[in-house]
T-cell receptor, first 111, second 115 residues
Framework: TQLLEQSPQFLSIQEGENLTVYCNSS?????LQWYRQEPGEGPVLLVT?????EVKKLKRLTFQFGDARKDSSLHITAAQPGDTGLYLC???????????FGPGTRLSVLP | SQTIHQWPATLVQPVGSPLSLECTVE??????LYWYRQAAGRGLQLLFY??????ISSEVPQNLSASRPQDRQFILSSKKLLLSDSGFYLC??????????????FGQGTRLTVV
């Protein structure tokens, strides 16, 4: 069974600080995705990383896929209250048609 | 562009009553379709997925069933709800190119409370 772990589980920071959240597994994934979810809404796709070692940037968010394609990180520079939410990582399972989701990191950015 | 519609947004049902949640996708054909359940503020548990009309795979034994009567329609049902069926239900779709899926797109979710 493929599992994804995320850390930290909760994170509360002040506006303007930098932060990094992690997504780890003992399994290799063909790709990993990051989603952000706000209360009462469905997750929204932020990025998909496919190649080991790949780095993608989305404004103040930087995503990295580990060389071995077993882990990923999300770094946010100068966090803003609008970044508050549940950050979920997901990977495509061995059958290639389903997604395995991590438990999420709940981020709170205080003004 | 593709859109996904899921309804209702909230639902309060008594124990033992039936359930029907509907999800439709527009702007694409032959998508993979998924039903997830999410515990409060946590990750997503895959309930059912479908790669085509009438093709349903169940991931977790439970009191629920799913059907795909049309290419872009996915329905989650129960004959008799249990208290433990309460939760946040999410429908999602993914492009099906015959190769590996790479990303999922979610509906707004249904908050189900069984009383």
């Amino acid at each position: 069974t493929q599992l994804l772990e995320q850390s930290p589980q909760f994170l509360s920071i002040q506006e303007g600080e930098n932060l990094t959240v992690y997504c780890n597994s003992s399994s290799v994934f063909s790709s990993l995705q990051w989603y952000r979810q706000e209360p009462g809404e469905g997750p929204v796709l932020l990025v998909t990383v496919v190649t080991g070692g790949e780095v993608k940037k989305l404004k103040r968010l930087t995503f990295q896929f580990g060389d071995a394609r077993k882990d990923s990180s999300l770094h946010i520079t100068a966090a803003q209250p609008g970044d508050t939410g549940l950050y979920l990582c997901a990977g495509v399972d061995n059958y290639g048609q389903n997604f395995v989701f991590g438990p999420g990191t709940r981020l709170s950015v205080l003004p | 562009s593709q859109t996904i519609h899921q309804w209702p947004a909230t639902l309060v049902q008594p124990v033992g009553s039936p359930l029907s949640l509907e999800c439709t996708v527009e702007g694409t054909s032959n998508p993979n379709l998924y039903w997830y359940r999410q515990a409060a503020g946590r990750g997503l548990q895959l309930l059912f997925y479908s790669v085509g009309i009438g093709q349903i795979s169940s991931e977790v034994p439970q009191n629920l069933s799913a059907s795909r009567p049309q290419d872009r329609q996915f329905i989650l049902s129960s004959k008799k709800l249990l208290l433990s069926d309460s939760g946040f239900y999410l429908c999602a779709w993914s492009p099906n190119s015959g190769l590996l899926v790479t990303e999922a797109f979610f509906g707004q979710g249904t908050r189900l409370t069984v009383v």
